[in-house]
């Protein structure tokens, strides 16, 4: 069934508008018994019957509500240097499948894409719609944030501290693995900053260590930077999340 979610809190009516009305009744023609899974602010999930249409709304009655929270049991945060379009695009996807609740993109010297001022935000709310149809497609129940693009230097000044521990994926580190560290720490959310396609120069590696971000490696292989992406997320959430280990204890 569809999945759509709600800004506010489920009632035993509820009238959409915007985007997903329009979705619902115009591109997918749905009709009226049709039925729709609907997610409020707050992750409480129902299933929901169409009663009525006008032009730009569409009517859904409660049918019954759902125990179906599939958030992660940790908080993970994916910082991406700027990739070329349709690799940030894949990333952004990914994070979502993989359950991270934020992707902040980030402008290293090393970053082949680059946007300015209008740009820059038109691209941010890009990477929000690919995120929010990821999070319908596979069943999320809260919303990954995509906030806007920051220099490497000024988010490290400024991280929220409800991001977690931070590591960073770096070529020139050869001893601590990712699993290594992870076993290392007991914190319940996590940063995963990944570098642009020529990688991290040694100066921005200084800074993030000084920050007391952690180098890792993911292998003796280099990885391209969207693969690096996949593989980080999916070993955190393997390790501490609700792929792995942890949800088998």
Known sequence: ??????????????????????????????????????????????????????????????????????????????????????????????????????????????????????????????????????????????LLEVAPILPFGEWLAARPEEDGAAFFCYEAEEEKTLGAWLAETQDEAFTVVIGPEGGFPPAEAEQAKAAGFAAVTLGPRILRAETAAVAALTIVQHVKGDRGVRSEE
Not at 121 to 139: L, N, P, V, Y
Request: hydrophobic content about 40%; aromatic content about 4%.
């Open 1 to 142: 069934m569809r999945r759509l979610f709600l800004p506010g809190k489920l009632a035993d009516t509820v009238t959409l508008t915007g985007s997903d009305a329009h979705h619902l009744g115009y591109t997918l023609r749905a009709r009226v018994g049709e039925r729709c899974v609907v997610v409020d602010a707050e992750r409480a999930v129902a299933s929901m019957e169409i009663v009525g249409f006008t032009a730009d709304t569409v009517t859904l009655r409660l049918v019954e509500r759902l125990a179906a929270d599939t958030e992660s049991p940790i908080r993970l945060t994916l910082a991406v240097c700027l990739l070329k379009s349709d690799k940030m695009e894949l990333v952004v996807q990914k994070a979502v499948e993989l359950g991270a609740a934020k992707v902040q993109p980030l402008e290293s010297e090393n970053c082949v894409a680059r946007y300015d001022g209008k740009k820059a935000e038109a691209r941010r709310e890009r990477w929000q719609r690919i995120a929010d149809e990821a999070a319908k497609q596979c069943g999320r129940t809260a």
